[in-house]
């Protein structure tokens, strides 16, 4: 079964590794990494109880993509002049991921102790804001190494990142000279970020910013539950998991007949007809993948979003018809998990450009304290999440309008599907509290919308009205 059996290395049923000597680590239902605690600890067990020197805990949402981390670092204290240790010192950073679908889901910002924003042109990040300090990147494409430079009047400096063929990050100088770990030379720095431990022959790799193993980090690459995504205009089109170790994939881009979009996948090929070329480099050992040329591909038909966009009128149609695929994975998650899952969708007016945050999974909870009492599923970290974006748009003077939220309601235990009406304990009361914001369900029986607490649907003429008109009416 390709197990270790050597101490220090424990599986579960599915073959995901739960402990490596490095670090133990927490698998949830879908598979997906969700928890990773050190072995090495901190503090004398005396004065100073130990603790794991390093603790990271992620959620994902229903794209599968991180969407919340708390990682908590810990360094042994300073040693007294009579040798006695001091109390350990700690960093917790709690950090919310914004996502952007028009960047292909590229992180647009990250919320949290210090609030980061991302720059990017023509879809390569290059420069990072930082409480108003602007950092800015030159990237190597063929190396995956870095510069950065900081163009402040009294304060001009450049570093550099350099990265091995894996992506990991490679020390500039001996970090032995000042520090005894990972966590110690990186310390109040977010980690497995970018780049991984290049103190840990074990588990100096990553997925989704924890660290694994190089045989849990292979295993997931080649079994396909592991890799990387391409999209193209914010549309995820292609999730390369290079079983086999290619260096280099093609692939054709073909555009569909409208007549045949609502028709079965199998029938579609009779009216597709040859779009373009896209060529994807992959560096050694996988490695971070890159599109290093893309042969022209002619415009499509003018879809829904773009009619939207040139009329500054979104509607709940073309808002379900722009983010279909993302909303479609987060139902499908659902449909797995039995917990809801939600996005929220913001316009930037000055710059007409709509934004989709995804939302944290739900979960179930009883309402009441006996046994018998039901069990709901419920969207916990909503509330918060909305503030923190909506606080982001103001904060950062774009003046995005919240403008509606989706979120999945999965089917009763026994399969049946649910109304596709809003709950008026937790739908209609959230849409209160935020301006009547559209609200949007997806259900087994498709999509519903609902505005004042009233459901229609996607064949209502409501569904092509502008979504800011509909958030405007009142009862």
């Known amino acids: 079964n390709n197990r270790r059996t050597d101490i220090g290395w424990q599986y579960d049923a599915d073959g995901n590794t739960t402990s490596d000597p490095s670090y133990n680590q927490t698998i949830d239902a879908s598979g997906a990494l969700i928890h990773s605690v050190s072995h090495a600890m901190v503090g004398d067990g005396f004065q100073h109880p130990y603790e794991p020197r390093l603790d990271i805990t992620q959620t994902y949402d229903g794209n599968g993509v991180p969407a919340k981390r708390q990682q908590i670092s810990r360094v042994p204290g300073i040693v007294d002049e009579f040798g006695n240790p001091g109390e350990p010192m700690e960093d917790t950073q709690t950090t919310y991921y914004i996502k952007s679908s028009v960047l292909g889901g590229a992180t647009m910002a990250e919320i949290g102790g210090g609030n980061i924003i991302y720059i990017y042109a023509n879809g390569e990040r290059i420069a990072r804001e930082f409480w108003g300090d602007v950092t800015f990147e030159h990237h190597n494409p063929v190396t995956g190494s ?11 400096t450049t570093a550099r990142e350099e990265r091995d063929p894996r992506g990991a990050e490679t020390p500039l100088s001996n970090p032995f000279a000042y520090a005894n770990s990972y966590v110690e030379w990186k310390f109040s720095s977010p980690l497995f970020i970018e780049g991984g431990d290049p103190f840990d022959f074990s588990a100096g790799l990553t997925i989704d910013g924890l660290p694994v193993s190089q045989a849990e980090f292979d295993r997931r690459t080649q079994n396909g539950s592991a890799g990387a995504e391409l999209s193209i205009g914010g549309r995820p089109i292609l ?5 086999q170790r290619l260096r280099h994939i093609s692939f054709d881009v073909y555009e569909v007949d409208d007549e045949l979009r609502n028709e079965p996948e199998s029938h579609w090929w009779g009216g597709a007809y040859f779009k373009g070329t ?12 890159r599109v290093s040329r893309a042969h022209s591909v002619a415009r499509p038909q003018e879809s829904a979003m773009e009619i939207a966009r040139r009329k500054n ?3 709940p149609n073309s808002i379900v018809e722009q983010y279909k695929l993302e909303l479609e994975a987060q139902w499908e998650r659902t449909t797995r998990t039995g917990e809801e899952n939600g996005s929220l969708f913001f316009w930037e007016r000055a710059k007409n450009l709509y934004h989709r945050i995804s939302l944290s999974e739900g979960k179930h909870i009883r309402l009441g304290t006996t046994q018998y009492a ?3 599923p419920t969207m916990p970290e909503i509330g918060p999440e909305t503030r923190n974006a909506i606080q982001y748009f103001s904060q950062s003077e774009r003046n995005g309008e919240f403008l509606a939220f989706f ?3 999965p089917n009763y235990p026994g399969g049946d599907s649910r109304s596709g009406e809003p709950t008026s304990d937790g739908d209609v009361p959230y849409q209160k509290a935020n301006k009547n914001v559209l609200g949007i369900i997806r259900t087994g029986k498709g999509y519903s919308f609902f505005s ?6 996607p064949n209502d003429s409501k569904a092509n009205d502008c979504i800011v008109d509909l958030n405007k009416s009142r009862n």
């Open 146 to 156: 870095w510069l950065t430079s900081h163009g402040h009047s009294s304060y001009r």
């Open 239 to 243: 999730f390369v998991t290079n079983q």
């Open 278 to 289: 896209l060529d994807l480099e992959v560096g050694p050992g996988f490695g971070v993948p």
């Open 313 to 315: 009128c979104a509607t």
């Open 374 to 376: 039901p069990v709901i």
């Open 407 to 409: 979120h999945t309601h």
């Open 452 to 457: 004042n607490g009233k459901t229609f649907w």
